[in-house]
Nanobody, 119 residues
């Protein structure tokens, strides 16, 4: 099982901010683009942000201008700064390579971190 460890989620009011972190094994991190994904009950995981090994970034339209992905290659860690959060951002957030080995096989995913946006 891949050792991806996400953290930083929590309960936040609409308009608030959170910063997620994901520690990945070096052998995975160094050679791959990384992505943050999210999943709500009954739906497939969706990619919300990606960052290449060189630092180029792309975002889903739903989070563009509000979320920022970054990576620290020395720490094998990828971050997701989430600002201006909306109730629609409520989900379990995961990190993985981009593309991931599988969107649905849980053996390739960490536990994720729950983000709840609610007043």
């Amino acid at each position: 099982q891949v050792q991806l460890v996400e953290s930083g989620g929590g309960l936040v009011q609409p308009g608030g901010s959170l910063r997620l972190s994901c520690a990945a094994p070096g052998i995975i991190f160094i050679y791959n683009s990384m992505g943050w994904y999210r999943q709500t009950p009954g739906k497939e995981r969706e990619l919300v942000a990606r960052i290449t090994t060189g630092g180029r970034t792309n975002y889903a339209d739903s989070v563009k201008g509000r979320f920022t992905i970054s990576r620290d290659n020395a720490k094998n860690t990828v971050y997701l700064q989430m600002n201006s959060l909306k109730p629609g951002d409520t989900a379990v957030y995961y990190c993985n390579t981009d593309p991931p080995p599988s969107l649905s096989n849980s053996n390739y995913w960490g536990q994720g971190t729950q983000v709840t946006v609610s007043s």
